[in-house]
């Protein structure tokens, strides 16, 4: 069955290899991210896929730009059944260097973004009462992580908001759950590595107990489960694609 699916942070890695998973799967897919140009191109890899693909330009820090782009999804593709927020971005900090302007725009992005894009998207799931949401939270929210305590407080927040709206939500068919990564290699994680934030992910790959990091299709193919039938009877839950970094 064919389904409008919205992937925020689509332009590359997590997003893009959950865009990828959902076109596999047969659904119309709408990609949301900063970089257009990114989606775009991804979309003209996708255009013989048989399913409708969009690239939409969304900064899910600015609630205008997130109610423009579901108002272009809308229009273009119909109402949106499935959400997955990927969009997200990392900083390393000391905690006494971490200025209010950083503490503000990670939160902004990571946790207010999360919930402006799920708040954007619900009346199409409530009014069908239907609808499949999982947020892209972190490890490092579940462990701490150095230098990052702004980055795991927004994340601890996605996490927190996954399990309310899945309360407030289960009455009406919509399920929310949360994926919490650990080490994946993305283009984000290659450019912190590059940027000397931590050791590298060939370097710590070996130490996941599986023996490697994980991909961006790891974390799609959980969201393609959650978000179709045979994960119907799920909400609340924190499903670790992990390789067992954190058990």
Not at 186 to 215: N, Q, S
């Amino acid at each position: 069955m064919s389904r409008v699916s919205v992937v925020t942070g689509a332009a590359s890695g997590i997003g893009l290899g959950v865009v990828k998973g959902f076109v596999a799967d047969g659904y119309d897919v709408a990609l949301l991210d900063r970089d257009l140009a990114g989606c775009e191109r991804a979309v003209a890899e996708l255009k013989d896929s048989g399913v409708r693909v969009l690239a939409v330009h969304c900064d899910v820090a600015d609630r205008a730009s997130v109610t423009a782009a579901f108002e272009k999804v809308r229009a273009e593709l119909g109402p949106v059944e499935i959400l997955v927020t990927s969009a997200g971005i990392e900083s390393f900090d000391p905690i006494l260097e971490i200025t209010p302007e950083k503490w503000d725009n990670i939160i902004a992005v990571n946790l207010t973004g999360t919930f402006s894009c799920i708040q954007a998207a619900l009346p199409d799931m409530l009014a069908a009462s239907w609808g499949r949401i999982v947020t892209i939270s972190s490890q490092s929210a579940q462990s701490g992580a150095p230098n990052m305590a702004h980055y795991s407080a927004s994340k601890g927040g996605v996490i927190s908001l996954t399990k309310s709206l899945a309360v407030d939500l289960a009455r009406s068919n919509i399920t929310v759950n949360t994926i919490p990564p650990s080490l994946v290699d993305t283009p984000m994680a290659r450019a912190a590595e590059a940027a000397g934030d931590f050791p590298g992910v060939d370097l710590i790959g070996p130490m996941v107990p599986l023996g490697r990091a994980g991909t961006p299709a790891d974390i799609a193919a959980a969201c393609s489960f959650l978000c179709g039938e045979g994960g119907s009877y799920i909400t609340g839950q924190l499903i670790g694609v992990n390789g067992g970094m954190y058990l």
